[in-house]
């Protein structure tokens, strides 16, 4: 009898040979393995640089709070559409500890930008940030940020843009923080309070429209990427320029689902003939503003709401209670002198409107609430404030410190004693 694993009269081993009865015998047990290593190997080198990196992030970035490795590569793989190797994850979770990451306990990580601990400001590529607890304050260019942003990273928009982008240009806020006014106007104090000033649409010209046309058109074609499939996308406007936007936001593929009123009555509108008081006392050239619009948009779904729900926690708004829905018109007063002392922005929006609104736009409570055009940061105070996650992009530098200074005021502030 020869011993086990002998060379045989082939030159071949007893094992080999019987490896060969196997295949021989149907199984084609080594020819499966060697293809499915191979199929492995071949998927995981044909993804795109910083695929998982990116995957990984925008996990994290959902749950503030941490969450384990398994649940980190259930979600990565849903979001690149294919198994994520495990080796992997682990791999760039542990080499980017403690720089990117927390680890919490074994096998459980947060991103290090949420965990407790001072502001932080730091530079995160080319771009400063500010970070308050769960919300991320970046100084930047929003078309700029957002081209650089990864796909599927984004739950939701909140935001008050500039309307024209002229008043926001660097002439026209030279003028309004001198007092000049220009494209702003600084309405007189009216019974011993001063007035904000208002940004006058009437007087952008045909070039100006087609400008603010072209604008969102370039911005909501960046913005559209990185928005998860059923995202909402929820943008302040008046009634002067909303159709302009809504245009150009449609062109880009969104699809529009509603408009939410925001009632408020505004010092905007209502006014008698400039030079003609008198002698047209009985005329208002426009009527007075009693409500704000606020376009809601979305990003088409994936499959049906309830597919969509369960993979990108998307595809509807957040209800009020178990009883009530939520609704198109929120009741507003206009923001408060103790607010705009925290906050000393233009066009602040009030805390207690923000919040009822940002918290409705993730129908699960969970994700990340983007806003582009986030002046003093008060989407942002609104989003930690209500427990979720967030990230402002400010261009001008001065509105970029003042939002560091007053989101963590504008978090503690509570509107007519509630929140």
Known sequence: MMPANTLRGDGRTDIEMNFDQVDRGGSGLTEDVQTSYSQAMEAETRRQPGEIRDAVLSVLRVHPSGVSVGAIIRDASRLIGDDVRESSVRSYLRLNTPRLFHRLARGRYQ??????????????????????GNATLVHADCLEWLEQRAPNSIHAVVTDPPYGLVEYSAK???????????????????????????????????????????????????????????????????????YIVAGALAQAGLERRAEIVRLVTTMRGGDRPKGAHKAFADVSVMPRSMWEPWLVFRKPLEGRVQDNLRKWHTGGFRRPSATQPFGDVIRSAPTRKAERVLAPHPTLKPQGFLRHLVRGVLPLGEGVVLDPFCGAGSTLAAATRVGYASIGVEKDPEFFELADRAIPQLVGYQPNGGC
């Not at 991103?111 to 308050?132: C, K, M, Y």
């Open 111 to 132: 991103l290090a930008a949420f965990g407790d601990g001072p502001t932080a400001t730091t530079n995160e590529g080319s771009f400063r940030t500010a970070v308050h």
């Open 172 to 242: 026209e806020q030279s003028k309004l923080r001198t007092g000049k006014g220009g494209v702003w106007r600084l309405p007189p104090s009216f019974d011993g309070v001063r007035r904000s000033p208002l940004p006058r649409f009437t007087v952008l010209s045909p070039a100006d429209r087609v400008s603010l046309g072209d604008f969102f058109a370039r911005w909501a074609a960046i913005l559209a990427p990185a928005l998860v499939p059923g995202a909402n996308v929820v943008i302040a406007a008046n009634p002067l320029l909303s």
